[in-house]
Nanobody
Framework: QVKLVESGGASVQAGGSLRLACQAS????????MAWFRQAPGKERDGVAS????????YYADSVKGRFTISRDNAKNAVYLQMNSLEPEDTAMYYC?????????????????WGQGTQVTVSS
């Protein structure tokens, strides 16, 4: 079983930065691909970024390219999301997710494990 715990969410002004962290436990083989998703009220859960097991392959949604950076520290069992130049449209609950497959995807339905989420609110 994999457990994921997110932290780092906060309320910030537009243009500000936040760093989200996801602390993982459980079998490393069950979390080869790690990802961040977000969900705003009344909207679907969308993929923000994902990262491969070795950290060499990353994916970003077009809306965050150039502003967000995903990284992982396998020695610490952690995944991070550095968010810069935040915009009000980034306001959402952010979730960490994991799947055993080494193939990363932006489809939420293909992830096996989820954290409880951390709230990010960006004001203009």
């Amino acid at each position: 079983q994999v457990k994921l715990v997110e932290s780092g969410g906060a309320s910030v002004q537009a243009g500000g930065s936040l760093r989200l962290a996801c602390q993982a436990s459980g079998s490393p083989d069950a979390r080869n691909c790690m990802a961040w998703f977000r969900q705003a009220p009344g909207k679907e859960r969308d993929g923000v970024a994902s990262i491969s097991a070795a950290g060499t392959g990353t994916y970003y949604a077009d809306s965050v390219k150039g502003r967000f950076t995903i990284s992982r520290d396998n020695a610490k069992n952690a995944v991070y999301l550095q968010m810069n130049s935040l915009e009000p449209e980034d306001t959402a609950m952010y979730y960490c997710a994991a799947r055993p497959s080494r193939f990363c995807t932006s489809s939420a339905g293909l992830y096996n494990y989820w954290g409880q989420g951390t709230q990010v609110t960006v004001s203009s």
